[in-house]
């Protein structure tokens, strides 16, 4: 098992910046590896059961293992087949206002480094005001 820790920073007020955590419905504003989420809550809570659907309608089942609202911290396995990624996210006040946030990534070392790139690109969007159209 490898484990690989990543942080963004950007003007989203923490609280905002935990919202979009919190409600897994709005993950795909900000996660562009997620496409969809099927949840039977509308909020994160321990033990909570879903799927996140990816590219080309990839569905993989994930248990939401510790939600800590306070802390604004949270964290969950997700699966694929025998595979599997334990993450952990927080937020924190960012150094210059806004917010930061970090993920922590565990897994096997291929499956930690196809992923990680795609994890910074996702926090990274999290932190910052959604692109809005015309």
Do not use: C, K, N
């Not at 996660?31 to 059961?49: D, K």
């Not at 334990?86 to 897994?107: A, E, K, N, Y």
């Amino acid at each position: 098992m490898s484990t690989v820790t990543l942080h963004a920073s950007g003007p989203l007020v923490p609280a905002e910046t935990w919202e979009r955590y919190a409600e897994p419905a709005r993950w795909p504003t900000w996660a562009p590896q997620i496409t969809g989420v099927q949840v039977p809550v509308p909020r994160l809570a321990a033990g909570v059961e879903g799927r996140v659907r990816g590219p080309l309608g990839v569905r993989l089942p994930f248990v939401v293992e510790s939600v800590d609202e306070a802390a604004r911290r949270w964290a969950w396995t997700v699966s694929a087949g025998p595979v599997r990624l334990h993450l952990v996210h927080w937020v924190s006040d960012g150094p210059d206002g806004g917010s930061t946030t970090g993920l922590r990534i565990t897994g096997p070392l291929p499956v930690v480094v196809a992923y990680a790139p795609l994890a910074q690109l996702a926090i990274s969007r999290l932190v910052r005001p959604l692109d809005r159209a015309p």
